[in-house]
T-cell receptor, first 117, second 112 residues
Framework: GAGVSQSPSNKVTEKGKDVELRCDPISGHTALYWYRQRLGQGLEFLIYFQGNSAPDKSGLPSDRFSAERTGESVSTLTIQRTQQEDSAVYLC???????????????FGPGTRLTVL | AQSVSQHNHHVILSEAASLELGCNYSYGGTVNLFWYVQYPGQHLQLLLKYFSGDPLVKGIKGFEAEFIKSKFSFNLRKPSVQWSDTAEYFCAVESNTGKLIFGQGTTLQVKP
């Protein structure tokens, strides 16, 4: 596709349920990132995939959060046993390469707005 | 740890006023710096970037930013804002592992 796409655009769930968020990066982009934006706060890094390397999971806030990526395409972010504090916009971005010191612009998707009741 | 600080959280200007949004970062090494903008209802998009070379960088829509290494700053400027500049602005630094560290964001409201 022309840009990064994410689905669903909105998700309302009950506390304790699991949710799965999807990201389709730009074709050919080897690097994929997930960020979280809570209301009134900046973007918070969650996880980063670069090619076949082990992902950088240093931003995941708890073990309820996990993410997978199939090769260099789709990624899913899973939140288990959702809590109200998980309510946020979850943004996905991709870039040609995330290699150290090699500049690449990150292109962002529209985000998934998650509301946990 | 790397961090980014944006000093202005909410700025209100009249059209044609000049704009300067502050951004400071903490990182002693070589940095790549970015300003992203999010217009109402739209995706986050790149406004401008600094990678190396001329510390004064120009971006889209008349925006520019100056990298001052000694001050660890990358302030965003525009000489004359328009109503269409109403948006949220994020400063970011690229870590040495490729991920972006964002500031808290500044909401700019331009009154017509």
């Amino acid at each position: 596709g022309a840009g990064v796409s994410q689905s669903p655009s909105n998700k309302v769930t009950e506390k304790g349920k699991d949710v799965e968020l999807r990201c389709d990066p730009i074709s050919g982009h080897t690097a994929l990132y997930w960020y979280r934006q809570r209301l009134g706060q900046g973007l918070e890094f969650l996880i980063y995939f670069q090619g076949n390397s082990a992902p950088d999971k240093s931003g995941l806030p708890s073990d309820r959060f996990s993410a997978e990526r199939t090769g260099e395409s789709v990624s899913t972010l899973t939140i288990q046993r959702t809590q109200q504090e998980d309510s946020a916009v979850y943004l996905c971005a991709s870039s040609l390469s995330g290699l150290t010191r090699y500049y690449n612009e990150q292109f962002f998707g529209p985000g998934t707005r998650l509301t946990v009741l | 740890a790397q961090s980014v600080s944006q000093h202005n959280h909410h700025v209100i200007l009249s059209e044609a006023a000049s704009l300067e949004l502050g951004c400071n970062y903490s990182y002693g090494g070589t940095v790549n710096l970015f300003w992203y903008v999010q217009y109402p209802g739209q995706h986050l998009q790149l406004l401008l970037k600094y990678f190396s070379g001329d510390p004064l960088v120009k971006g889209i829509k008349g925006f520019e930013a100056e990298f001052i290494k000694s001050k660890f700053s990358f302030n965003l400027r525009k000489p004359s804002v328009q109503w269409s500049d109403t948006a949220e602005y994020f400063c970011a630094v690229e870590s040495n592992t490729g991920k972006l560290i964002f500031g808290q964001g500044t909401t700019l409201q331009v009154k017509p």
